[in-house]
């Protein structure tokens, strides 16, 4: 079943989608099913850098910017955090509360939620960013979904997409972005327009 779910999600996904934590805020159409579309539907408990366990359903409400990364990462994983900070500080101030940043480990055997916390603190994430983690299963069908591609190439280092994901609040995909340091305009476009359809 969950691997049918998965399917669907890439199949549909892949002709639609466009070339310390607080509880998220509530939009306009947070309530009744899902769409179709929409990351939400994969399952599975996952575990944030406070130890607190959550489902992907509950970051619904809110606009999220959203990448997988791993702690230990000395290059491409610092420069994709810094791409979401400087997406969010060009957002307009009075849309930023109704954005959350979200971290994915892919490395969840290392990742635990004490080396995520450390993680933000190194990084000086402030509470709207959650980073989580949950089975290598769960990973890899979330990374499916969102078509970000990893695998180890050592014991401690990963090759892998360098992927920002923007969600509206219902999760689903209405923006990628690309590369490391690219042009971020049409990301902050994309979150502040899915901000004003809430």
Not at 19 to 38: D, F, I, K, M, V
Not at 58 to 78: D, E, F
Not at 102 to 119: A, G, N
Not at 177 to 198: F, T, Y
Request: charged share 20%; with cysteine.
């Amino acid at each position: 079943m969950r691997a049918l779910l998965v399917l669907a999600l890439l199949f549909v996904g892949c002709s639609a989608a466009p070339s310390p934590t607080q509880t998220p805020t509530p939009a306009r159409h947070s309530a009744g099913p899902l769409p179709e579309l929409s990351v939400y539907h994969l399952p599975g408990a996952w575990t944030d850098q406070n130890g607190k366990e959550l489902t992907l359903e509950q970051l619904r409400g809110r606009v999220q910017l959203m990448a997988l990364v791993y702690a230990s990462c000395p290059q491409a994983c610092p420069r994709i955090i810094a791409d979401m900070k400087s997406i969010d500080a060009d957002l307009q101030e009075r849309h930023r509360e109704g954005v959350e940043l979200v971290l994915v480990s892919i490395d969840p055997e290392t990742d635990t939620p004490e080396r995520l916390r450390q993680l933000a603190a190194e990084q000086g994430l402030g509470p709207r960013w959650r980073l989580i983690r949950g089975d290598s299963q769960q990973v890899q069908e979330l990374a499916a979904v969102l078509g970000v591609k990893y695998r180890n190439v050592s014991a401690t280092d990963f090759a892998h997409s360098n992927l920002i994901t923007v969600l509206d609040a219902d999760g689903v995909v209405v923006h990628q972005q690309e590369g490391l340091g690219v042009e971020r305009s049409r990301s902050v476009d994309a979150a502040e327009k899915a901000l004003s359809d809430c």
